[in-house]
């Protein structure tokens, strides 16, 4: 993890998908650092959305890491799939995993970045054994299953621990936050420590278009930044008065 940058990882699920190749475009022009793919079985969440199929047909036209968001019942069947498919990471449920560490283990062997993602419920304890084999995890800011929903405010407390798990366990990992995330709450959860921000409808359903929207996220996400670094030029200055 580079320390101070703030990753955008635009999702596709709010995306229009009669113009999807031209929407992850512009999501790459406008500065996204990936592109987010949501899969949902409707059993392990109460939805149906994207296949490896989605993920085949973005892979030539775009140059941006795709992470797949393995919402399903049994990861460990699709895995393959995916990876062939041209996803670079794969991030699955601790819920519900039979066996997490074989399924992070596989992800590994296939050659691909792997991600543990924990619901707005669980506690941040669940990562403590498996953190230093993953690259990434994801702490989720709304139940999954649905865009567009409301930020969870209750889970920047867990980001922090998270964070802190992170800074004492593997500090290259990746702590992204997912859902409800738009200008409002980027620099709640960067305050909170999270450096991966996934967004869906603040990107693809803005009426101003993907690069105003991406444009407008990023400068949310560097808003606590800049506040920082400004209180610490006021502190300096004042000490040397």
Request: aromatic letters at 4%; one cysteine or more; proline letters at 5%.
């Given at each position: 993890?580079?320390?101070?940058?703030?990753?955008?990882?635009?999702?596709?699920?709010?995306?229009?998908?009669?113009?999807?190749?031209?929407?992850?475009?512009?999501?790459?022009?406008?500065?996204?650092?990936?592109?987010?793919?949501?899969?949902?079985?409707?059993?392990?969440?109460?939805?149906?959305?994207?296949?490896?199929?989605?993920?085949?047909?973005?892979?030539?036209?775009?140059?941006?890491?795709?992470?797949?968001?393995?919402?399903?019942?049994?990861?460990?069947?699709?895995?393959?799939?995916?990876?062939?498919?041209?996803?670079?990471?794969?991030?699955?449920?601790?819920?519900?995993?039979?066996?997490?560490?074989?399924?992070?283990?596989?992800?590994?062997?296939?050659?691909?970045?792997?991600?543990?993602?924990?619901?707005?419920?669980?506690?941040?304890?669940?990562?403590?054994?498996?953190?230093?084999?993953?690259?990434q995890v994801?702490?989720?800011?709304?139940?999954?299953?649905?865009?567009?929903?409301?930020?969870?405010?209750?889970?920047?407390?867990?980001?922090?621990?998270?964070?802190?798990?992170?800074?004492?366990?593997?500090?290259?990992?990746?702590?992204?936050?997912?859902?409800?995330?738009?200008?409002?709450?980027a620099p709640?959860?960067?305050?909170?420590g999270a450096?991966?921000?996934?967004?869906?409808?603040?990107?693809?359903?803005?009426?101003?278009?993907?690069?105003?929207?991406?444009?407008?996220?990023?400068?949310?996400?560097?808003?606590?930044?800049?506040?920082?670094?400004?209180?610490?030029?006021?502190?300096?200055?004042?000490?040397?008065?």
């Amino acid at each position: 993890m580079e320390k101070g940058i703030v990753k955008l990882a635009p999702s596709i699920l709010a995306a229009d998908f009669a113009h999807l190749g031209k929407q992850v475009g512009e999501a790459e022009q406008g500065g996204a650092d990936r592109i987010h793919v949501d899969v949902m079985d409707g059993h392990f969440v109460p939805n149906i959305s994207m296949g490896p199929v989605i993920v085949q047909s973005l892979r030539p036209v775009t140059r941006l890491p795709l992470e797949t968001h393995l919402m399903i019942s049994d990861p460990d069947l699709y895995l393959d799939e995916f990876a062939e498919a041209g996803s670079d990471s794969l991030l699955v449920h601790w819920e519900g995993n039979n066996n997490l560490h074989r399924t992070v283990q596989r992800i590994k062997a296939l050659g691909k970045r792997a991600g543990v993602v924990i619901n707005p419920a669980t506690p941040a304890s669940v990562l403590e054994e498996i953190l230093q084999d993953v690259d990434q995890v994801l702490v989720m800011t709304v139940n999954p299953g649905f865009g567009n929903q409301h930020f969870i405010h209750t889970t920047l407390p867990k980001i922090r621990r998270v964070r802190e798990m992170i800074e004492q366990i593997k500090t290259g990992c990746d702590l992204e936050v997912d859902g409800g995330i738009d200008a409002a709450t980027a620099p709640l959860v960067v305050d909170a420590g999270a450096n991966v921000l996934v967004a869906g409808s603040a990107i693809f359903g803005d009426n101003e278009g993907v690069a105003a929207a991406m444009k407008r996220l990023r400068a949310g996400a560097n808003q606590k930044k800049t506040e920082k670094t400004q209180d610490s030029k006021s502190e300096i200055r004042n000490k040397s008065k």
